[in-house]
């Protein structure tokens, strides 16, 4: 039975059976406070959006039920389990290591966060999952962390790439006895993470059909993105997503995966600025609701490298800090007055070559929604 429902007067979602310790407070003390009408908690479930009242059995559990001639049975309310505080907490102590600022239960409009990361480029959310629940509650709940200007990337204990997060920004990581012990730093391995590879259109590849035309088999060469053999741990991926060298792509069957932005880069310059993943917009699989700006540049000197070969290193306050790729500039907006021909006028980089108007990084930012670059400067040199 899925367990989610919105308590009305702060208008957030709720998972009732994985309620952090506040949360749970608050809805068992709604025990005898309920009245028909009185709209506190409505039933997402259904999409009839009933209300519900709080019950408690005889050996002390609670209960969110119906009222009678309504609903379709009880949904019970508990507190999250241990397991999903250490795999927040595990979060946290990764992003700090990388030099960001990192905290769970973060209230937004519409839900809370369990894991809030900023103090990078992109604003990132780690929704931990552990078990199965319905793709529509996922792609609701995705839509509204996007909404208050986090990328949601989810995480589960339970397989690399589970078919109920394929269509979100999403990882697995290797196994672990979570309920036993708080793993070490840098001891979980990231999984589910995607890999970009040119191959042949032919039968056996693409699911039998070309991913441009949807039809037979073209024989030409395209774009394929599959689950990677990983070489990260978690911690990578805690520091590499807020500084955007991981990001997502939407491939071309409506899969979502998380890549190095080198593979997000080379997948647009092959299939015509498709991959960008805004899922506020409604688009088709693929689509991107705003353009990249200019086309990358195609010399290979100028290319970021990719996460597979440049794990993230933790901080160190001692170690001198050197720039390992365009994420590491901070991302801080100049002035029109300020950027010179050959910067960007949204971060300053100057990295502008061929002819670009706009860096990689900041064109992919703009597109994903998490900068608005500035207006004249931004479309032109003057």
Known sequence: MATDVRYEPEGRELDLASLPPRDYQLITGLYGTIERGDRV?????????????????????????????????????????????????????????????????????GGVLDVAITGGSVATDVEVQRVEVKPAVITRRTRTYHKAGFLPVWFNDCGPRPRWLSAVPALGCTRWSWDAAMP????????????????????????????????????????????????????????????????????????????????????QDMTGGLGAWVPITGLAPGRSSAPLGPEPCHNPTHNAPTPSAQPHPSADPTAPRQARSLADVPLQRKSAKSATPDTCPACGTARLVHGRTICQRCGLLAAMGYLRLPGPAAGGRS
């Open 41 to 109: 908690l409505t039933c997402l479930v259904s999409g009839d959006d009933l209300e519900m009242y709080v019950k408690r059995s005889r050996n002390g559990n609670f209960f969110a039920a119906h009222f009678p001639g309504e609903g379709h049975g009880d949904h019970p309310i508990a507190p999250e389990t241990v397991e999903h505080q250490r795999q927040k907490d595990y979060w946290v102590r990764a992003a700090r290591t990388c030099g960001l600022d990192a905290v769970t239960e973060v209230p937004v409009p």
């Open 184 to 267: 070490k730093a840098r001891s979980i391995g990231a999984t589910g993470l995607g890999a970009l590879r040119v191959v042949r259109c032919e039968v056996g590849e693409f699911a039998g059909r070309c991913p441009k035309t949807h039809r037979a088999p073209c024989g030409r060469l395209h774009p394929r993105v599959d689950a990677g053999k990983g070489g990260l741990t978690v911690d990578d991926v805690a520091g590499m997503i807020p500084a955007g060298e991981i990001v997502p792509l939407r491939y071309w069957n409506g899969n979502v995966f998380l890549v190095a932005s080198a593979d997000f880069y080379r997948y």
